[in-house]
C-alpha cells in the first residue's frame, strides 16, 4: 500500500512538474516571439530605437536650455524695460509693476481703459481649463485669443494716448516689443483727453477700479470729442 502511494503521489509530483515546464517553455517562446516582433518593426523603421529617441529628447532639451531658454529671458527684460518707461510716461509709480508677469499686463490694461480684471480671467482661465481632457485645448485656444484681443485694443489706447494713429496697432500685433520701444524712447507725451472708447458705457469691459500709484484714465474736463489724434506720427 505504502508503495503504491508514493508511487501515485510521484507520478502526481511529476505531472505537477511537467506542466509548470510547459508553462515556462509557452512564456519564453512568448518573449522570444515578442523581442524578434520588435527586432523585425525596428528594421523596418516601423520603432524608433529607445536610445536614438532619448538622445532626440535630450537633444531638444539641450537647445532649449541653451539658446531658446537665454532668448526668452532677453525678450522678458527687455520688455519690462520699455514697459516701465512706457508706465513711467504715463505716471504710475514704482517701476517694479512692468516686471511682475501677468500684473504688468492688467496695469498695461487699465492704462488702455480696460478692466484690469480681464486680461487675468483670460489668462488664468487658459491655465486651469488647460488641464481639461479632451477639450483642454480648446478652451485654451479661445482664452489665450481673447488675452490677445485684451492686449490688442489695450495698445490701440494707450497708442492714443501717445500720440499714435490707430494703424500702430498693426505693428504691435507683429511686433510688439519694437512697439514698445518706440513709445518707451520716443518724444511723445501722455494725454489721456482723447475720445472715449467705445466700451466706455460698458461695466464689465470698462476699467471701473482704482489702484493706488497707478492714475486713473477719466480726463479731469471728460474725454475729448471723437476725432483723431491731433498730432499723429
Do not use: H
Not at 511723445?188 to 483727453?193: D, H, L, T, V
Amino acid at each position: 500500500d505504502r508503495g503504491e502511494g508514493y508511487c501515485v503521489f510521484n507520478d502526481v509530483a511529476v505531472a505537477a512538474r511537467v506542466r509548470q515546464n510547459d508553462a515556462e517553455v509557452g512564456a519564453n517562446d512568448r518573449v522570444v516571439r515578442f523581442g524578434l516582433f520588435r527586432l523585425a518593426e525596428r528594421r523596418r523603421g516601423l520603432v524608433e530605437p529607445p536610445r536614438r529617441g532619448l538622445a532626440a529628447i535630450l537633444g531638444l532639451l539641450a537647445v532649449f536650455f541653451v539658446v531658446l531658454l537665454p532668448l526668452l529671458i532677453a525678450f522678458y527684460v527687455l520688455g519690462s524695460w520699455f514697459l516701465m518707461k512706457v508706465f513711467q510716461k504715463a505716471g504710475v509709480q514704482g517701476g517694479w509693476r512692468a516686471w511682475v508677469p501677468v500684473y504688468n499686463l492688467m496695469i498695461f490694461s487699465k492704462l488702455g481703459d480696460l478692466s484690469p480684471w480681464l486680461i487675468l480671467y483670460a489668462i488664468g482661465g487658459s491655465i486651469v481649463l488647460g488641464w481639461i481632457p479632451g477639450v483642454g485645448g480648446f478652451f485654451s485656444t479661445i482664452l489665450n485669443l481673447a488675452a490677445a484681443a485684451i492686449s490688442l485694443l489695450a495698445a490701440w489706447r494707450v497708442g492714443l494716448k501717445l500720440q499714435k494713429s490707430p494703424v500702430w496697432v498693426v505693428l504691435y500685433f507683429f511686433l510688439a516689443l519694437v512697439w514698445l520701444g518706440i513709445n518707451a524712447f520716443d518724444r511723445s507725451r501722455w494725454n489721456p483727453a482723447v475720445p472715449a472708447a467705445p466700451w466706455a458705457g460698458n461695466s464689465f469691459l470698462s476699467d471701473r477700479t482704482d489702484w493706488p500709484g497707478v492714475p486713473s484714465q477719466l480726463p479731469v474736463a471728460g474725454y475729448a470729442a471723437t476725432q483723431p489724434p491731433a498730432a499723429a506720427y
